[in-house]
């Protein structure tokens, strides 16, 4: 793991790590080339400044179209470490932010969103796209876990995970298959994508959707949801469209973690 400077890309210059409000961040390219698979990932990791000894962690998966530092994803990380005294860890997924652009994974959202335009049905298209990214995803994240927990300032604590729509796509197969995550909030996903993984998660689960999804069926959210083995999970459905979750949900995930990570 390199700690690198910030990207333009995605913030501005900066060294790489910085403080503010007491929440230390830190750049980082961490590198696989031991594994031609996985290349260079380029990751994010705020903890609380000056913090030693172990720590529970969240990995948190941002949406299409994102990066490791959109401002959800920012806010959500300064939340988490801020007041409950987490390690934070974020990186780009293929294709996004600071990773090079991935010739077939272009290629195929090209395509999708022609179809889309022609009239086919979104919700099995991008259900395809994400199954075929976390094949890659979830040994990445596996190899970011595994390096970051080496820190002296996070250690071989719980581990948490967070993320909606992409993030939740790609999401649910790393939660079913990485025993340190412990607990996880998902959402604005849907069952055609991750139905067979959502049946191997046990851990607790805070589900989110939004009722007026225009992106994923209302039905498909709730078969996922079902879909999910755990015998502790909730759902919070809220009215309003994709990007519409209200903003207390941070708030209630917050006090989710909390209770299942320390």
């Not at 015998?231 to 009215?239: I, Q």
Request: charged residues 20%.
């Amino acid at each position: 793991m390199r700690f690198t400077s910030a990207s333009p890309s995605t913030s501005s210059a900066s060294p790489s790590e910085s403080s503010s409000d007491g929440v230390s961040e830190q750049l980082f390219t961490l590198d696989t080339a031991l594994n031609t698979a996985l290349g260079e990932i380029p990751g994010v990791l705020w903890t609380p400044e000056g913090a030693t000894g172990t720590r529970p962690l969240i990995l948190m998966g941002h949406g299409g179209g994102q990066h490791k530092k959109a401002p959800g994803i920012v806010a959500r990380a300064h939340r988490f470490v801020a007041e409950c005294g987490f390690a934070v860890v974020a990186v780009d997924v293929p294709g996004h932010g600071d990773r090079p652009q991935d010739e077939e994974y272009h290629r195929i959202a090209t395509e999708n969103q022609a179809r889309v335009e022609a009239g086919e049905d979104r919700a099995p298209l991008i259900a395809e796209f994400q199954a075929l990214v976390a094949r890659r995803t979830v040994p990445e994240w596996r190899a970011v876990l595994d390096a970051v927990q080496r820190l002296d300032d996070v250690g071989a604590g719980p581990v948490g995970y967070w993320g909606v729509s992409l993030g939740c796509g790609l999401g649910v197969p790393f939660v079913a298959a990485e025993p340190r995550v412990r607990a996880a909030v998902l959402g604005l996903g849907g069952a055609l994508a991750s139905a067979e993984a959502a049946a191997r998660i046990t851990v607790p689960v805070e589900f989110l959707m939004q009722w007026d999804d225009e992106r994923v069926p209302r039905a498909q959210s709730l078969a996922l949801f079902d879909a999910l083995a755990s015998p502790e999970k909730t759902l919070h459905a809220n009215p309003g469209k994709h990007a519409e979750i209200p903003r207390f949900e941070l708030d209630s995930a917050t006090r989710f973690f909390t209770r299942h990570l320390t």
